[in-house]
């Protein structure tokens, strides 16, 4: 049987503002999702798909791809992504799904569905992998977005990305020197992308506006002063929240944290990273937030 792995990811710069090109920070995590394939000559075209949240099995599916039928399930809704998504690999593939032979499939995401890092991606690129496709194209058919998050599941990495005029990216070494003083914590819940992605497409940008986040993505690679660090995330905050016409995270739960809090990805929920102050631990688990990573705990250097 062979493995696939595809790591996770966090977005540090430009959040929505990466649909329309702004240039994107983001971070590859420890945890991503594995993925296992073998191939039967049976004769039979059949797919057998299980899928597993760490290590805990929740999804059965075994479909026929010669009519493109689900045959057996125990979660129908999740079965017929698996179809769609599939028939789009034969699609795309000139080996996979083109013979009668049938593919024992199975997938185990690492992390806490909760968490935000991208189930979606990881599974795209694992699967875009093993039938030597096009990643973003299989993405773009299958769910779309911005492809940054396919981007770190494809090189591994930290990466620099821009979804237009067209799709670029550059695998980078980010790691700043004041990492150890980084936090990222937890909000207990998952944000629903789709809705939040609506609120920002409902809203005039201009060109300008774009490329100042573009250039505080720069501005932050470079930084190598956890101070002025802090300063362009709050900065980068209030942009977003000038924006989107809603409160920053900190003005909603974080009033009192002396320090900065800053979203990470479709605000909302997911992660918020932060930076140490005394009793950091008690402050956010007093209000509730016991889900807490230090920059080497989470984030694959």
């Excluded at 795309?92 to 799904?97: C, D, M, N, Q, V």
């Excluded at 490329?211 to 101070?227: A, M, P, Y």
């Amino acid at each position: 049987m062979g493995e696939i792995f595809s790591p996770g990811k966090l977005m540090l710069t430009s959040e929505y503002f990466a649909i329309d090109g702004a240039l994107v920070l983001a971070v590859s995590t420890r945890l991503g999702q594995e993925f296992f394939f073998e191939e039967s000559k049976d004769g039979r075209s059949l797919v057998y798909w299980e899928a597993y949240h760490q290590n805990q099995l929740w999804l059965k599916a075994v479909i026929d791809y010669h009519h493109w039928q689900i045959l057996e399930t125990n979660i129908q809704a999740s079965a017929e992504f698996i179809l769609k998504t599939l028939k789009n690999v034969q699609s795309l593939s000139e080996t996979r799904f083109k013979s009668s032979s049938s593919y024992h499939l199975k997938t185990n995401l690492q992390f806490p569905a909760d968490y935000g890092l991208g189930s979606s991606s990881t599974l795209m690129n694992n699967l875009a992998e093993w039938s030597g496709i096009d990643p973003f194209h299989l993405n773009n058919i299958s769910l779309g977005g911005s492809g940054y998050d396919i981007a770190v599941a494809k090189e591994k990495s930290a990466i620099l990305y821009q979804s237009k005029p067209e799709i670029q990216y550059e695998k980078i070494n980010f790691n700043p020197e004041f990492k150890n003083e980084l936090i990222f914590i937890h909000l207990n819940q998952k944000q629903n992308s789709r809705e939040a992605i609506s609120l920002y497409k409902s809203k005039i940008k201009s060109p300008y506006l774009i490329e100042e986040f573009s250039n505080l993505t720069r501005k932050i690679l470079l930084c190598n002063e956890l101070d002025n660090f802090s300063q362009l995330m709050t900065f980068h905050e209030q942009k977003i929240s000038d924006f989107l016409e809603i409160p920053t995270v900190k003005e909603k739960i974080f009033t009192d944290c002396p320090v900065f809090v800053k979203s990470l990805g479709a605000w909302g929920g997911d992660f918020v990273m932060s930076t140490k102050f005394r009793g950091f631990r008690d402050y956010f688990w007093g209000k509730g937030f016991t889900t807490i990573f230090e920059w080497d705990d989470i984030i694959n250097s």
